[in-house]
């Protein structure tokens, strides 16, 4: 840690480089969901341990863990936990192969929005963690208003999207690049969750929302989302539950994640260094970690 004290009033923004890493999710039936995922979303199992699976595309980064936990209790949904992990596709022919694979699987999706900034596609998995798979359009083509990103919820061009797909040879895995594109929580208060996103840990409000905010570093729309539509005032239970368990926030190196933390303390956060975990004001936790693949491993 360094030693040097630091000055939690300065305004500090994390670097550009800043992105998502894998989610770990408690689940019930590990064995059950490897299948589902790896069906669905076509990722494979790259690591496995005692109680916990690694996937991700063939060859690509961790983009989920599943923590066996068949214990514990299920998820409220008008808690703060999760509301989607949203898995980012390389292009708009990708995600056309996947809506056709998906088509022909018979699995049922949720919903389909174009969100200006991209186009996305929705669905839950057995155990009901929220799911969105998308594309981004080029970010020349993101709309503006008063110095933040316009996004909106419109139908999606599903027959465009298709089209595109059909043109390109038949889904079999998740492609080479897919990503944790971004993670959308559900809080307990928005202005509290604001004070930890923004002033603590340093990401920018790129978008507001009736009841969400949008936050992220570098300019992207946004790498984690914010609301209370459902879980104003409700803060996830002490005790541990089914569903999300930790999100991952890949920083540049140990420096800048000792920093972080630092910072996050200061400002009266809770935080635990030996994991380089924080807790936002919801009791969702954050991890941070460096950006090798090596540091994703069953162990931690």
Known sequence: MPTEPVDARRVRHLPDECRNGPVTLAVKDRDGLVVWYGKVLGFVEQARG?????????????????????????????????????????????????????????????????????????????????????????????????????MATLPADVEGILREGHAAHPFEHAPAGTQVGHVHLKVADLQASRAFYVDALGLDIMAHYPGALFVAAGGYHHHLGLNIWRSQGRAKPSEPELGLEEVTLVLSDEAEIAATLIRLQ??????????????????????FRVSVPEAFNLAA
Do not use: M
Not at 89 to 110: N, Q, Y
């Open 50 to 150: 005692a109680d916990r699976s690694v996937l991700g595309a063939p060859g690509g980064e961790p983009l989920l863990v599943l923590h066996s936990t068949p214990d514990r209790k299920a998820h409220d949904p008008r808690h703060a936990g999760l509301l989607h992990i949203a898995y980012l596709l390389p292009s708009r022919i990708e995600l056309g192969r996947w809506v056709r694979h998906i088509a022909e699987e018979g699995v049922a999706l949720e919903g389909a929005s174009d969100h200006l900034v991209s186009e996305a596609f929705y669905l839950t998995d057995p155990e009901g963690n929220g799911i969105e798979v998308y594309c981004d359009r080029p970010r020349s083509e993101w709309p503006r208003k008063d110095a933040l990103i316009a």
């Open 266 to 287: 200061q400002y009266g956060f809770k935080i635990d260094v030996p994991t380089a975990t924080a807790f936002d004001p919801a009791g969702n936790v954050l991890r």
